[in-house]
């Protein structure tokens, strides 16, 4: 009886495994949740932590050198994302922008919750400084080693510097193709450009210097250059605005290192508007975003600056010609220089070099040298 026993199969029930199909119907409502609250496809779980404290705090404190007009379409777009979030955008120029971040930091004081700059090396000078946070955005994987340092500056965006000129005051004979050629330009019609030339002026205009040192760095040549604006008594500007509404007015016929997404814009408005990206080397230039160390709401900082560096973010800041910095976002038609001539200028401590007070000062006097050549 016993050996009959021992023959006898024992069937134990098995717990089958879940189908693919079962286990995703349970998983829907968790997705459906995330999609609710505003979760981002691909981004971690624990992100919906993020926005529920970003819900919290309810709005986000901006400050940025970016015309506002130039991101309406970016912002808006994040609003209808998080429509729980007020965004207060402000407009700084950049060496204000600058002092008012370290003022307000060391007061202990409310300050920008997202600090947005195109002065890359004042910007690189806050981080190294201690006045920005870390954070590792998810986006983090799909950006250009160039566009991050230490998660804590963030490139947004890669702009040409450009020169800009005014085609129907300009003959096309005198277009230049290269700063050597604008330099001999210049300097072989020096009365019918004399007063009629533009740039930034780099003691007041944190944009204005970073390109100009960058513009050292790649050639030294560039101080004839200098020489030659100054014998054509070039007009100075402090921001973007002025500079290009001097190109659109016909009170200058050119604006040397404008920023490219300004220029390409004004140029879809106004056909009189020309474009030159230098063969010889374009700088390519980013808007630089950091999360400020007193932030008093950084989770909503968090949620606009991944949407900033997101598909949808580039996407909508490409349409006002702010060139994408991941490779993955296609930029308008023309907003990019050819990558033989393109430079990018890398975020780092590299940057920091020229802001040395004596650098800086012995640099601009050089720069004034060159200016007042007669």
């Not at 829907?28 to 999609?35: D, H, N, W």
């Not at 604006?255 to 080397?281: C, F, H, K, Q, W």
Request: hydrophobic share 40%.
């Amino acid at each position: 009886m016993i050996g009959l026993l021992r023959k006898i199969p024992c069937f134990v029930p098995r717990r089958q495994s879940l189908r693919p199909w079962r286990r995703a119907l349970l998983l829907l409502p968790a997705a459906f949740a995330l999609i609710a609250a505003g979760q981002p496809r691909g981004y971690p779980r624990s992100y919906a932590d993020t926005i529920a404290a970003a819900r919290r705090e309810g709005a986000v404190v901006v400050y940025s050198t970016t015309d506002r007009h130039e991101v309406v379409g970016a912002l808006n777009a994040f609003r209808k994302r998080y429509p729980f979030l007020r965004v207060d955008y402000r407009e700084l120029e950049s060496p204000t922008l600058y002092n008012r971040v370290i003022a307000e930091s060391r007061a202990r004081k409310p300050t920008g919750d997202l600090i947005w700059s195109s002065a890359m090396d004042l910007q690189i000078k806050l981080v190294n400084d201690g006045y920005a946070q870390a954070y590792a955005s998810p986006e983090k994987p799909y950006l250009p080693d160039w566009a991050i340092w230490k998660n804590e500056a963030w490139g947004v965006t890669a702009e040409p510097v450009v020169i800009a000129y005014n085609k129907r005051l300009v003959p096309p004979r005198d277009v230049p193709r290269s700063r050597a050629a604008f330099e001999r330009l210049l300097r072989s019609n020096a009365a019918f450009y004399r007063g009629r030339v533009s740039t930034y002026d780099p003691r007041l205009s944190g944009f204005g210097y970073l390109q100009l040192t960058q513009d050292y760095h790649a050639s030294r040549d560039v101080m004839g250059l200098v020489g030659a604006l100054g014998a054509a008594r070039v007009r100075l500007h402090t921001s973007s605005g002025p500079l290009l509404a001097d190109i659109e007015s016909g009170r200058s016929l050119f604006a040397y290192n404008a920023l490219g997404s300004y220029a390409l814009e004004l140029a879809t408005r106004n056909p009189d508007i020309g474009v030159i990206m230098p063969s010889d080397y374009t700088l390519v230039v980013s808007r630089i975003a950091l999360i400020a160390r007193e932030a008093r709401q950084p989770n909503a900082a968090k949620l606009l600056l991944d949407f900033l560096l997101s598909v949808e973010g580039q996407r909508q800041l490409a349409r006002a010609y702010m060139a994408p910095s991941r490779e993955d976002v296609a930029p308008l038609a023309g907003s990019k220089p050819p990558p033989s001539s393109a430079r990018p200028v890398k975020l780092g401590p590299a940057l920091l070099a020229n802001l040395d007070r004596i650098r800086r000062e012995r640099f601009l006097a050089n720069w004034q040298t060159a200016l007042n050549e007669k």
